[in-house]
């Protein structure tokens, strides 16, 4: 186990790395001179512009908790589940999370995140993920906790802009 401050901050089970904390995090740009431009700065003001992400499938492990977001030393491998969008000539550019913990028929506990990525407005994309959360769970013969989300989206008026939503894993 590594620990950090005096706490575990992950756990290796069986050769597995397994986060055991995560926080949830998103940010919009708007007049980018590029798509890339336009996808750091929503990084940047998402807080994770100066790290390097790894995406990851949508399964929260058992037993993490959500903390407030952390700051990530500069350049660290940082794991996470992330909705991006860029858009640019008047388009909508949005993105947005859900995310629960729930219980399988069987006993288990562990947490699922659904991400969309769209032109929609905030409320919208709350609702799509929602939505595609209750299939992920249905999928899973899971019943669901308590039900988040997070969305943001940008209208895109002059250059480029981008939405971004990200569930961190810290390790």
């Given at each position: 186990?590594y620990?950090?401050?005096?706490?575990a901050?992950s756990?290796?089970?069986?050769?597995?790395?397994?986060?055991?904390?995560f926080f949830?995090?998103?940010?919009?740009?708007e007049?980018?001179?590029?798509e890339?431009?336009?996808?750091d700065?929503?990084?940047r003001?998402?807080?994770?512009?100066?790290?390097?992400?790894?995406?990851?499938?949508?399964?929260?492990?058992?037993g993490?908790?959500?903390?407030?977001p952390?700051?990530?030393?500069?350049g660290?491998?940082?794991f996470?589940?992330l909705?991006?969008m860029?858009?640019?000539?008047?388009?909508?550019?949005g993105a947005?999370?859900?995310?629960?913990?729930?219980?399988?028929?069987?006993?288990?506990?562990?947490?699922?995140?659904?991400e969309h990525?769209?032109?929609e407005?905030?409320?919208?994309?709350e609702?799509t993920v929602?939505?595609d959360?209750?299939?992920?769970?249905?999928?899973?013969?899971?019943?669901?906790?308590?039900?988040r989300?997070?969305?943001?989206?940008?209208?895109?008026?002059?250059?480029?802009?981008?939405?971004v939503?990200?569930?961190?894993?810290?390790l």
């Amino acid at each position: 186990m590594y620990y950090k401050y005096g706490i575990a901050a992950s756990t290796s089970m069986d050769g597995f790395l397994v986060p055991k904390r995560f926080f949830v995090t998103s940010g919009i740009s708007e007049g980018a001179v590029s798509e890339l431009n336009a996808f750091d700065l929503a990084l940047r003001d998402a807080g994770v512009t100066d790290c390097n992400l790894v995406g990851v499938s949508s399964i929260i492990p058992s037993g993490a908790e959500e903390t407030e977001p952390v700051p990530i030393p500069k350049g660290a491998i940082t794991f996470c589940v992330l909705a991006e969008m860029v858009g640019s000539g008047g388009e909508r550019a949005g993105a947005g999370l859900a995310w629960s913990f729930g219980t399988t028929q069987e006993g288990e506990r562990f947490g699922i995140v659904a991400e969309h990525t769209g032109g929609e407005l905030p409320s919208e994309i709350e609702a799509t993920v929602q939505a595609d959360l209750m299939v992920m769970a249905e999928a899973r013969e899971m019943v669901l906790e308590n039900v988040r989300t997070t969305a943001v989206s940008t209208l895109c008026r002059d250059g480029f802009g981008s939405a971004v939503a990200a569930l961190v894993y810290v390790l």
